[in-house]
């Protein structure tokens, strides 16, 4: 449950902003959430005197682009990434013990550090390519921008490497005569750590991510809100004549809002959230204004029904991310 302002105890969702505004009960009315099929901002921020302690929980990153821990992790706890990261400490740590120079021996073949080099580029193309296979089966829409995806791989190699470096160190404090590693174990120590990146997220795929089991019910979900979007915007009735439309679309959206909970990650949960407060304030509108909402031909006059409006585009943009990919 969100908490409420210190001042005026009436911090609620944007939605509900929306549904109470016209009553005059609260300067909270005026921080409305401006939504976008790309970005969220604040405005009217210098009339909201009464909620600066809330500002923090309203401001909404962009939920398409940003990558936070959760995204990173594909929704798997962090404790799980630590068990990964402390595995392949102590396996470094061992491999380094039996070694006579302190990470590789001295007179290895110049083919086999080659060969594991040629080992560690292609861990780097696996960990893309499982890093995409988690995030496109994931209902979290951050998970399904491509640019996102390669930065979370590039991220497993980053973390793989820095864990291949500090094995070393470690390692290097329990030798008597620690060496500075030479050219040939710098590529071999880069190698090692770009195939302890992979199997980290081998591990968290393994272990950690859920895979949603009701895609084929979300997706139903998703083209029914689109059917009924589409007939509404094809169909020269008055909106009174629309209800079962609108009622239809309505009940799409809850039945999609009921399937992202089962997400495993938090983009995936915040969408089912954002569904369930922008149907409730949908239902109680009369059908003049869900016409206004929802119609592609139509522009809101009212400033409680662009939010609407900004906010169901802002949704069916996320729902076109996660279910396109299929």
Aim: aromatic share 8%; hydrophobic share 40%; net charge neutral.
């Amino acid at each position: 449950m969100r908490p409420p302002c210190k001042t005026c105890s009436v911090f609620r969702p944007a939605t509900q902003r929306m549904r109470g505004a016209r009553s005059g009960a609260s300067p909270c009315r005026y921080l409305l959430l401006h939504v976008s099929t790309e970005k969220r901002w604040l405005v009217g921020v210098k009339n909201a005197n009464c909620c600066g302690d809330s500002l923090n929980q309203l401001v909404m990153s962009d939920s398409g682009r940003s990558i936070n821990f959760s995204t990173f992790l594909f929704g798997a706890l962090p404790r799980q990434l630590l068990t990964a990261v402390v595995l392949e400490g102590i396996t470094l740590v061992g491999f380094l013990q039996v070694s006579s120079s302190g990470f590789i021996d001295l007179d290895v073949t110049r083919n086999y550090v080659i060969g594991t080099a040629a080992l560690g580029v292609v861990s780097v193309g696996l960990t893309i390519i499982f890093s995409y296979s988690i995030g496109k089966s994931s209902y979290s829409p951050a998970l399904h921008n491509n640019r996102n995806l390669v930065i979370i791989a590039a991220g497993y190699t980053a973390l793989g490497i820095l864990m291949t470096a500090v094995a070393y160190l470690c390692n290097s404090v329990l030798l008597e005569n620690p060496s500075i590693p030479n050219l040939e174990e710098i590529v071999f120590g880069l190698s090692i750590g770009s195939i302890f990146g992979f199997l980290i997220v081998l591990y968290i795929s393994r272990f950690g991510v859920d895979t949603p089991e009701n895609r084929e019910e979300l997706q139903a979900a998703v083209s029914d809100v689109r059917h009924s979007r589409s007939e509404l915007d094809s169909s020269t009735k008055a909106p009174i004549h629309l209800t079962k439309l609108y009622d239809s679309l309505g009940k799409s959206m809850r039945d999609i809002s009921n399937c992202l909970r089962q997400s495993s990650t938090e983009g995936g949960r915040e969408l089912a959230r954002d569904i369930e407060e922008w149907s409730e304030v949908f239902s109680e509108k009369p059908e003049v204004s869900q016409a206004v909402i929802v119609h592609r031909s139509r522009s809101p006059d009212e400033e409680e029904l662009t939010e609407l409006r900004k906010e169901f585009e802002s949704i069916i943009a996320r729902l076109d991310k996660i279910s396109k990919d299929e």
